[in-house]
């Protein structure tokens, strides 16, 4: 495992054109990603999510700010540069699972493509049986389930444990066991050196990752690491517990709680 960034944003700005003027959907964000960590990005919807993978994955060039593929600055990576890193060495898996496999390959080919334009060799059927999907090899992605779409370009994306391995919200269509299959395998890469960056709305990801990053309006507004995101009970009151290493934050048990955007922050009285 190596802790020696991957990649590094500074001040991140992404514009985009929109018919009352240019929206802001990433202002001032500072990300740094590294190999054989899962990192979870979250935030209401329109928060810049999509956003920032994009600009991660090398798919999109940040309007403003710096960012950094080990070391070396982006902005002066040539076209042709970016395209090879994208193939051989990003892993993607899009918001709408079907728009990162291809229509005409089975399940099988999807792996055996992969495998080819990253220039490695794998057992298609050894990585299918990682997300139970063996017995769908022959199947092409137009008769697969939405769940079963999922886990196959999840599976797909991370053929040969690329150095970067995006994935957009890759448990939403899920149910808990499908989940469990794609966060494990999510895992496995990451132990193997993948970074693994997530975009996700969904609980249990969020408990899966070694850092969970919040946007609200493309502003980064907090980060938890140095521990996994804990998912709590609420009880029949209302009442949470809250993690250990949260309640140093509240030294006198008081606590602000405010319900924004569809999500709960928690802050110390003033
Ligand atoms: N290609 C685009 N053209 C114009 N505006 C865009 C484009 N992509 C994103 N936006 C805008 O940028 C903002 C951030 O969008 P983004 O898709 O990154 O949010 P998100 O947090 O991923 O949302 P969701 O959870 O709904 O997928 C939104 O206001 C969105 O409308």
Same mark, same amino acid.
């Given at each position: 495992?190596?802790?020696?960034?991957?990649?590094?944003?500074?001040?991140?700005? %992404?514009?985009?054109?929109?018919?009352? $003027?240019?929206?802001?959907?990433?202002?001032?964000?500072?990300? *740094?990603?590294?190999?054989?960590?899962?990192?979870?990005?979250? =935030?209401?919807?329109?928060?810049?999510?999509?956003?920032?993978?994009?600009?991660?994955?090398?798919?999109?060039?940040?309007? =403003?700010?710096?960012?950094?593929?080990?070391?070396?600055?982006?902005?002066?990576?040539?076209? +042709?540069?970016?395209?090879?890193?994208?193939?051989?060495?990003?892993?993607?898996? @899009?918001?709408?699972?079907?728009?990162?496999?291809?229509?005409?390959?089975?399940?099988?080919? %999807?792996?055996?493509?992969?495998?080819?334009?990253?220039?490695?060799?794998?057992?298609?059927?050894?990585?299918? @049986?990682?997300?139970?999907?063996?017995?769908?090899? !022959? &199947?092409?992605?137009?008769?697969?389930?939405?769940?079963?779409?999922?886990?196959?370009?999840?599976?797909?994306?991370?053929?040969?444990?690329?150095?970067?391995?995006?994935?957009?919200?890759?448990?939403?269509?899920?149910?808990?066991?499908?989940?469990?299959?794609?966060? +494990?395998?999510?895992?496995?890469?990451?132990?193997?050196?993948? &970074?693994?960056?997530?975009? *996700?709305?969904?609980? +249990?990801?969020?408990?899966?990752?070694?850092?969970?990053?919040?946007?609200?309006? $493309?502003?980064? *507004?907090?980060?938890?690491?140095?521990?996994? !995101?804990?998912?709590?009970?609420?009880?029949?009151?209302? +009442?949470?517990?809250?993690?250990?290493?949260?309640?140093?934050?509240?030294?006198?048990?008081?606590?602000?709680?405010?319900?924004?955007?569809?999500?709960?922050?928690?802050?110390?009285?003033?």
């Amino acid at each position: 495992m190596t802790t020696e960034p991957l990649l590094q944003g500074r001040e991140l700005l %992404q514009l985009y054109a929109a018919p009352t $003027g240019p929206t802001q959907a990433l202002r001032g964000v500072d990300v *740094t990603v590294v190999g054989g960590r899962i990192s979870a990005i979250t =935030g209401p919807s329109g928060s810049g999510k999509s956003t920032l993978l994009a600009l991660l994955a090398l798919r999109e060039r940040p309007a =403003g700010g710096e960012l950094r593929h080990r070391g070396t600055l982006v902005s002066g990576l040539s076209r +042709r540069r970016l395209q090879q890193l994208r193939r051989r060495e990003i892993g993607w898996v @899009a918001q709408r699972p079907t728009h990162s496999l291809f229509p005409q390959l089975d399940a099988r080919g %999807q792996i055996e493509q992969m495998a080819r334009l990253r220039g490695v060799t794998c057992d298609p059927l050894d990585v299918l @049986a990682e997300v139970e999907l063996t017995g769908r090899a !022959a &199947a092409l992605p137009a008769v697969l389930s939405g769940g079963e779409q999922q886990r196959l370009a999840v599976a797909a994306a991370s053929v040969g444990t690329p150095a970067l391995l995006v994935a957009d919200e890759p448990t939403a269509e899920l149910d808990d066991d499908s989940a469990a299959l794609v966060l +494990r395998l999510l895992r496995a890469r990451a132990d193997a050196g993948s &970074a693994v960056v997530l975009a *996700t709305h969904d609980a +249990r990801a969020m408990a899966a990752a070694d850092t969970v990053l919040r946007l609200r309006h $493309g502003v980064l *507004t907090g980060s938890a690491s140095d521990g996994r !995101a804990h998912t709590s009970m609420i009880d029949g009151q209302g +009442r949470i517990q809250l993690p250990e290493d949260a309640l140093p934050l509240f030294p006198d048990g008081q606590v602000v709680v405010t319900v924004v955007d569809g999500h709960v922050e928690l802050h110390r009285p003033e």
